[in-house]
């Protein structure tokens, strides 16, 4: 092939200037707006040489660029072979505008900087494994990228500017998006397959993505959120329910929930991250299912003329608030307070005030409320002022034997519990009182030493007593 030296200055101006093999630029050569220079073989700017686009370079060869600190112009580089191309050398080659039409490919084994419009008309950019990039500085952008036209490789963003991604892997484009940027930030972003450590996730998830993931790693600059997506017609997608889907990042150890929510469908949607300091993997992960609220007690209490009602939670997860509803019949039931929930995973305590006074019985009972307005129901506790006492425990701690006393010719049937300080059920049974006197009731054998309550109720009195059995 033969080669064309330019080692003097050549000016591009309204006229097209062509090189129909190998041209190699060792002096300066500027085309100027309105120019056109054209190289139908291979292109080299020589470490000598000094290159200034400001109208429009065309190269269907090969790339090549040693200038160092090359001006990117204000012109457009035209890649447009008809067999595959490659971008080589050992300094960035930087342009302001670039127009990649290559059905067969341009292989990037040399940094590309666009500063201006990328406009992808034709074929698969690829870059070297060594890496290199295909840069956009601060305030480019591109149009046109599709499955067919889009980077297989490293793509470099620099700015503080949201960005999406046009990285894929040759066959289907899967981008990628950084937004909420903290600061002007240099991030290098990759599209790859098959995920890896699949079976290293943290206890909020069950699973993520199998087939796909990004590499996302910060050079320099601030946080950001990170926003996928997945379309199951171009890379299949786990069939999740979207409500459980969030954003999962690899910590080295484990895949980890850093946000969501998602939205879309089984099909095709979108998830992105909180704002997020540290980067790496990325993909979609899948969180476990909701933990039902365990409520492990619910207690009410009459004393200095008003109810104290305590209760406690366990595994509290996507809850809005408990509602606290009063009776006065054990029919109709009113709210009486209401408390915020914490969504403490582990145990949590509780408890408010009902400032109505007693006339002689009343029932309680705790509604909890998710966030999705679904709500759950605690067992209906009662509190009696019985200023008579007419039923009173008589020893207190009990070894095996409970005595309760009735100091009043009452005759009635009542129900007695005895209940563990966790809501545990440890014993129940019928109670009847005929007139004055002394009824004692058996502790089963298994009851352990401990704190309990017992309460005795019927449907008009209800009493209740703390409890301590020793053994």
């Known amino acids: 092939m033969k080669k064309q030296f330019f080692a003097g200055i050549i000016w591009a101006l309204c006229s097209s200037v062509a090189a ?3 041209a190699r630029n060792t002096g300066n050569l500027q085309v100027h707006s309105g120019g056109s220079f054209s190289s139908f073989g291979h292109f080299t700017n020589a470490s000598a040489g000094v290159l200034v686009n400001q109208g429009s370079l065309h190269v269907k060869g090969n790339l090549v660029n040693d200038q160092s600190a090359m001006a990117a112009g ?3 580089l035209y890649l447009s072979g008809s067999v595959a191309q490659n971008v080589n050398g050992s300094q960035p080659f930087r342009t302001y505008h670039l127009n990649s039409n290559n059905s067969s490919g341009i292989t990037i084994n040399n940094n590309l900087s666009v500063s201006g419009i990328h406009t992808f008309t034709n074929g698969i950019i690829i870059t070297s494994a060594t890496p290199n990039y295909l840069i956009y500085e601060a305030g480019s952008s591109y149009s046109g990228d599709a499955d067919s036209r889009h980077v297989n490789g490293w793509v470099k963003k620099i700015g503080a500017t949201n960005f999406i991604f046009p990285v894929g892997n040759g066959s289907v484009e899967r981008t990628i998006a950084l937004n909420s940027l903290t600061a002007s930030s240099e991030f290098n972003v990759k599209h790859e397959i098959n995920t890896p450590n699949l079976n290293q996730l943290d206890i909020q998830l069950v699973a993520v993505d199998t087939f796909e993931y ?12 990170v926003g996928m997506n997945w379309d199951n017609s171009k890379l299949t997608f786990p069939n999740w329910q979207v409500a459980r889907i969030a954003a999962a990042y690899y910590t080295g150890a484990q895949w980890t929930d850093v946000g969501g929510p998602a939205s879309g469908t089984t099909s095709m949607g979108t998830v992105a991250s909180g704002v997020v300091s540290s980067f790496g993997l990325f993909t979609p992960g899948y969180r476990l299912f909701p933990l039902p609220l365990t409520l492990i007690s619910f207690t009410a209490r009459y004393q200095d003329s008003r109810t104290e009602l305590k209760w406690t939670t366990a595994q509290e997860q996507n809850v809005s608030h408990f509602t606290i509803l009063r009776s006065n019949d054990n029919i109709s039931f009113y709210e009486a307070g209401r408390t915020a929930a914490r969504n403490n995973p582990g145990v949590e305590n509780y408890f408010t005030y009902d400032n109505e006074p007693i006339h002689h019985i009343a029932w309680y009972k705790l509604r909890s409320t ?4 679904r709500e759950k129901y605690s067992k209906t506790v009662s509190v009696s002022v019985n200023n008579s006492n007419r039923l009173m425990l008589l020893t207190n701690p009990v070894r095996d034997r409970i005595t309760i006393s009735a100091s009043s010719a009452l005759n009635a049937e009542f129900t007695y519990t005895i209940t563990a300080m966790n809501g545990q059920l440890m ?3 019928k109670l009847a009182v005929a007139g004055r006197g002394n009824y004692p009731v058996s502790i089963e054998k298994k009851m352990a030493p401990g704190t309990y309550t017992l309460e005795v109720a ?4 209800v009493y209740v007593f703390k409890l301590v059995v020793v053994r």
């Open 20 to 22: 129909q093999d190998a």
């Open 74 to 76: 204000t012109g457009t």
């Open 214 to 225: 990004w590499q996302v790693d910060r050079v320099s600059g601030g946080s950001a959120s």
């Open 370 to 373: 998710d966030t999705d307005g």
């Open 427 to 429: 014993q129940k049974g």
């Open 458 to 461: 019927n449907h008009n009195e």
